[in-house]
């Protein structure tokens, strides 16, 4: 078993490098990818001619070395890149819209400003109860399928 782990030995660290290269393309984690660097480390110690042994203490040192030095910065500089944009509800504060279906304490509709019609209520903060049709209004919450408004005039948020 020593002579075979001695002879094929970068061929099985060929193949770890590659697995952990093909793990990492599914996790994009970065840590399978310094696991794959630092069996790229117990490969090179393998054709230099190392025991099987010390390839794989040099394999794991490398990568654990390798997951709390390079990695931490790597997640930083990949994660500062991030769309700004707000998306789904988010995106939905603070649009204004125009009352398609009067506004009562049980409800109505609004067309936002994105082309989005709404099931609509006044919300609480407002001061009226009612809002008429075709007067502006603004989207201060989200609940649901309903969206909460206050009239455009006077913004409460």
């Known amino acids: 078993m020593v002579e075979f782990l001695a002879s094929y030995a970068w061929t099985i660290w060929l193949a770890l490098v590659l697995v952990f290269l093909i793990v990492e393309m599914f996790s994009l984690e970065f840590t399978f990818l310094m696991i794959s660097l630092g069996s790229l480390g117990g490969l090179v110690s393998s054709l230099v001619g190392v025991p099987w042994l010390l390839q794989i203490v040099i394999a794991a040192v490398l990568s654990v070395l390798l997951i709390f030095t390079i990695r931490p910065p790597l997640l930083r500089a990949l994660r500062r890149g991030g769309d700004s944009a707000k998306s789904n509800i988010d995106a939905l504060i603070g649009l204004e819209g125009v009352v398609?279906?009067?506004l009562t304490g049980s409800g109505g509709h609004v067309k936002l400003s994105n082309g989005d019609v709404w099931t609509a209520r006044v919300s609480p903060a407002a001061d009226s109860a009612d809002v008429d049709l075709g007067q502006r209004v603004?989207?201060?919450?989200i609940d649901?399928?309903?969206a909460f408004v206050v009239p455009a005039e006077r913004t409460v948020l």
């Open 138 to 141: 603004l989207v201060t919450a």
């Open 100 to 102: 398609t279906t009067r």
């Open 144 to 146: 649901g399928a309903t």
